[in-house]
């Protein structure tokens, strides 16, 4: 009897050994996966001639909505995607070798991308992170501020929000951003409370999503209008339409 027992005992020994092998294995092959995975997906994420999918796509949009790109916005990353991406670069002080890297993602905006590549998995700037008040509210303050101007000065005037938002110099909400006193020449003179339209509500959703016209201005003014010397005394990074955008 005893040695039935014994002989059971070690039975249900082997059979746990075996069972955590089998465990470990697993769970050592599911880390491989996840780690084989980033590290597709941080390959995938520099994009080159040759290169294909969303991310090709939205680089092309971007390009093609700021001018230096005139082909199809159809994900393929040819000749043409690389010429404009090598006009972009020049234009911003990158080194001018037509790949998609780090520094481009940041300079087009697509901050996701970039993240990736910094080795931070988690978005940065999905309008998931926004609620509808926010849209509301920054959609207002564009149609108030920029109804005038093109689609992408109405996008630059929603980024310079969004600039101000990462900025540990500025409010941490964009109802603070908004609202600052002295901040937007429309919610002093009440055409905040406008309604917007739906471009302005486009736009919006364009300067949340990370398109930045801009190139990181805090700041923007209309040179006809201003009165402020110090506006004028801030270091001009680009203009569009009447509006001088600044850092």
């Given amino acids: 009897m005893k040695k039935f027992l014994a002989i059971g005992a070690l039975t249900l020994a082997l ?27 941080v390959e995938t994420a520099v994009l080159r001639q040759g ?9 092309q949009r971007r390009l093609k909505n700021w001018g230096y790109y005139s082909g199809a916005v159809d994900g393929i990353f040819g000749s043409g995607t690389r010429k404009a991406v090598i006009s972009f670069q020049k234009k911003n002080g990158l080194t001018a070798d037509g790949i998609v890297g780090k520094a481009t993602y940041a300079a087009l905006g697509m901050n996701d991308s970039y993240n990736i590549l910094n080795g931070n998995k988690k978005p940065s700037s999905s309008n998931g992170n926004y609620n509808s008040s926010d849209l509301y509210l920054m959609a207002k303050a564009i149609y108030a501020e920029g109804r005038g101007e093109s689609y992408t000065g109405q996008v630059a005037i929603g980024a310079v929000i969004m600039n101000r938002l990462r900025s540990p110099d500025f409010p941490n909400t964009i109802s603070g951003i908004i609202y600052q006193k002295g901040a937007f020449t429309a919610v002093a003179d009440g055409q905040i409370n406008l309604e917007p339209n739906q471009t302005a509500y486009n736009a ?3 300067a949340m999503n990370g398109w930045d016209p801009t190139y990181g201005a805090l700041y923007y003014y209309n040179p006809a209008k201003a009165t402020s010397a110090w506006i004028f005394s801030r270091p001009t990074v680009t203009v569009i339409g009447k509006h001088v955008f600044a850092i």
């Fill in 204 to 206: 919006a959703r364009d």
């Fill in 15 to 41: 059979t746990a050994s075996a069972a955590a092998s089998v465990t470990a294995i697993a769970v050592s092959r599911e880390s491989q996966a996840a780690e084989t995975a980033i590290e597709l997906s």
């Fill in 51 to 59: 290169s294909t999918g969303g991310e090709v796509k939205e680089v």
